[in-house]
């Protein structure tokens, strides 16, 4: 590695703002009010859980406490990401210095998060230091959306209850609250999904999301045989594994035409195991399958050539064929580096790979996936590192490859710029 | 990385003359004639159509329409491997610099690349500039090899025809014409395997080859079974997908039988899924799926354990698993890297890897998949830097490494030899 | 790579004792005799012999003949990571030069050998030279224990008999005598598995282990669906593949209420397809399978929360879900580097994986699988040398990395250390 550029490169890259197309950011309380709610994070709370098992769990809903239990545990992570994003906060935020991190200050560290954090004004200090322009969200369906900041942030619907939820009741009877009228038909889905798209737009929305279970496999689906699925659950039957996936398939579709309809992307994040590990923390319970493959969007992909796909996938398995889908099919555009794949051995790796192959105009760099927006920037700077890395060795290849042209700081900075910036931009439809 | 350690590495195996041991050259017109020839080369138009969708398909049959609709899209895949491939034949053969590819320039970009390579003297003058000894082809059974420059050309026998091809009535007509009666009994295909066999080996025959689909099974199969497949195709019936496994692995068999008989290696190139982006461009619809074992080729390997079969892989997840067969199996050769496969990431991670733990004597380092003879230089320096990069490394690391003795640049270019040189040249019997 | 600082790292953490947590050594007779013995390991007959065929196999009841046979095949294998284990065996402990390796010198290289790994004093000597503190052992259930050393060495039960051998009927046959009754109920099983783990436990018991067949799925089995399998056997018909899995399921859980009992962990390597290279060398017929998922384990894990599961992966495809596991789960523990993932490629990244973001007090660094001591020192080297890669890049990503603070020469050691002394001595509760 030849530090000198890498760091060249990385800071001329961390100059840019940054456009996050991917949170859980609470627009009306965006940000932390104190290190509790930081430590709350389920990167913190699931390791510190793996590392020293809490049996009956961690004490949510005070922050003091948590931050009390969660200290001692800290000591055994310190070699993770996560744990340097911890102290990426407590440095640039809280002035805190990592070694003081130790147990025994606790009420320090907390107060100071508090002094800090605890102001109103802070969210926006936040996001003016971290040079955050635009925060994409992820809402329900019946989020209320209503004088939500549009100028900083963009809703973007998640579309699990249509698809994987249905059979849930409770999901269902949610849906007929907000439709003002029980799900009855395939039709009343449709209007569900449409009206919802309709308040969405309204409010400058971002994209239709979901997060799809592994091997998922989508079909042209008969609306007669989705109505035949639904009068099942409205006759208090219960779906089998094929039927479940046939309804998920057809509820695929449907978004698919309201995305078509609104001109709105479809963001795919392929391949999760919901709630496997009993004793997980709250959203630390899931994990993902090697064993994914992309063929099962086919379908979807080819069915709705004019509708973009922004593709996240977990599995590292997937990545080059989420790379290949990318070099050849006009409508996928590889997306970040999602969750158990959001760290430097895999995110350099498929870095290098999308910037081998991939039109430069298709790749999204990044997003954060934060909970509160505290943590954009230090997942931010994660991934520009390792780009710098990637286009530091670009630069240096270009000056003995045969078969390259010389690769300047500027053509890197190109690269990054795309990538961060005018990709996103773009493909999003900002 | 050491540049100048690399660069002394590649310059001294870029000496080394080509042996490429599988194209899609046509022996009787194997060179471009025009930069339009080049550009109709599906990585172009693909990465062009994934870039920016064109609706309607490219102008295939108007070579000058094509530069002129490809040349503004170029803009747009200048990061890729592929980009660079091009810039090398424009530098190297038409002598126009990288900034002439402008959109503005197609005339003049034209024009040089006729001038160039619309003379009758231009496939031998490439040959001679690029130090290509040996191009291996792919034909069909029924391609008439008379007249063949055997001096350079070796044919090489698709086997699709006769494996998965079988249940399309017009394959079958075919192979019913060159045998010059209708096909059925499994003995009317092994004729035609076998007459086939007859005339390539007469022709200097490569091997046999084929590409299969994701997750083909090798098994015993009964001729009875075949019998019985066969007769159902006669009847006009269609086969079920378990029907087209069991043909396929009985005529995988077949194939094995006639390489045995013949002396000839198979060479296997495992894992695609064919037309599955339905607005692909021609050749650029197809995907490879990582999930894909080799586990189904047990059989095949263990029945004719005096066949040598060469084996590529398309999907990365695949790529340790052929390493693990090469390290224990005595008649299964890493052969080069393969299409989606074929990019530096994933050919470095399998240079490392083959020639970590597989004999010496057995990998084949490259092949370059061109369809026309300019694509191989390009392509063998992709992975000639590849391979020095990977050599270098494995000399520095030698010179610390507490288990390694010295290994020298003599050392490391006798192993570039035997990959790209004695290794071939061996394994195929040339 | 720095190549002074990869030295100052790796001689330093060439200065930690070795615990080898995984092994095949004889307690009994545990270092090799001659040069033969050691040409005997399955690594040398199965590249000798996937280099170049080996047909009749190789005499290896005369060590002599072993060695000459051998040797001139060696030539062919120089590249591989296995050869330089083998030159450092020679250069470390026979005092031969790699030079020396030449067919003609068969004799004086086993001569030499003989004079001093003949004598009875050599493995206390090897031990010494080798700084080996402990090591674990692989023990069938009926191994004779008493008078094992057990200063030196921990006993393991290998678990498969119980597992997946339960419908060979010599298997059978053994367990009845063991237990001084048939086989006839789930009772006798675990009256068996109770046995056994009782004179494990007092003999220094480690742990219960077992190698798991591709996509094993655990689940909860019934007891009358045991026995219901166990009649059938008895009743002398032969088990479906589904019998076969749902018996695995029961008797896995089995295994672990015996872990549970005696509060021992339950080793679990993973993944593995045996027997299926046909014309292979003894324990060189087996390979893995890319499409292996470790979903199969989740019951396994959940349903035995209080049993601590060392995981070691065969598949490079399961690297990364391994990681995510021990990133999550507090009872999962990644566990070295397995068979064909043991090589310098695979190792490195896993290593990363592993020190981002798995808890820094869960990981077993390395095994080394040996089947002689005499392989021990070498294996470990491998791996040592690519930690000290890892480590000398993270302390020099360190410096200019933005989210890190810095990583120094002693924050490097105490990880190894960790790795490879106090994670293994705590996890498996030495």
Request: glycine share 6%; net charge negative.
């Amino acid at each position: 590695m030849n530090g000198a550029l890498v760091t060249e490169l990385y800071e001329r890259i961390d100059t840019l703002p940054i456009i996050d197309i991917h949170t859980h950011v609470n627009g009306r309380s965006p940000a932390a009010t104190n290190i509790g709610d930081i430590l709350s994070y389920h990167y913190y709370t699931e390791l510190a859980n793996s590392a020293e098992f809490q049996d009956g769990g961690f004490p949510y809903n005070d922050p003091e406490a948590l931050t009390r239990v969660i200290l001692p545990k800290l000591a055994l992570i310190r070699n993770t990401v996560q744990y340097d994003w911890l102290m990426t906060i407590s440095r640039e935020y809280l002035g805190i210095d990592p070694w003081e991190w130790q147990p025994e200050n606790w009420r320090f560290i907390f107060d100071q998060s508090v002094e800090v954090m605890g102001r109103a004004e802070w969210p926006e200090e936040l996001i003016a230091q971290s040079n955050i322009t635009r925060v994409f969200l992820t809402n329900q369906y019946d989020d209320d959306l209503d004088g939500l900041d549009t100028a900083l942030y963009t809703p973007c619907l998640r579309c699990e209850p249509f698809v994987t939820g249905m059979d849930t009741p409770s999901e269902r009877e949610g849906l007929a609250t907000f439709l003002g009228r029980a799900i009855r038909t395939p039709g009343d889905v449709v209007s569900a999904i449409d009206r919802t798209f309709q308040r969405f737009v309204a409010h400058g929305m971002g994209y239709a999301a979901i997060s799809t279970p592994t091997n998922l496999a989508t079909s042209e689906v008969a609306e007669e045989t989705a109505q035949r699925l639904l009068t099942r659950l409205v006759e208090g039957a219960a779906w089998t594994p094929d039927e479940r996936q046939a309804w998920a398939a057809w509820a695929m579709n449907r978004i698919a035409d309201a995305c078509r309809k609104y001109d709105r992307p479809f963001h795919l994040m392929v391949g999760v195991n919901r709630e496997v590990y009993a004793q997980g923390v709250p959203s630390g319970r899931d994990l993902f399958d090697s064993v994914n493959s992309m063929r099962g969007y086919d379908h979807l992909f080819n069915a709705y050539a004019d509708v973009r796909f922004p593709v996240a996938v977990l599995a590292d398995t997937t990545g080059l064929e989420l790379t290949a889908a990318a070099w050849i099919r006009h409508n996928v555009y590889p997306s970040g580096h999602w969750w158990y794949a959001n760290h430097p051995t895999d995110i350099a790796r498929e870095i290098r790979r999308r910037l081998d192959v991939v039109p430069g105009n298709k790749s999204i760099g990044y997003f954060s996936d934060a909970y509160y927006l505290d943590f954009i920037l230090p997942k931010f700077r994660m991934y520009k590192f390792e780009l710098a890395v990637v286009l530091a060795e670009r630069m240096e290849r270009s000056l003995v490859h045969p078969n390259m042209e010389p690769f300047s700081l500027d053509d890197a900075l190109a690269m990054a710029e795309d990538l961060l910036i005018h990709n996103p931009t773009r493909i999003l439809g900002l």
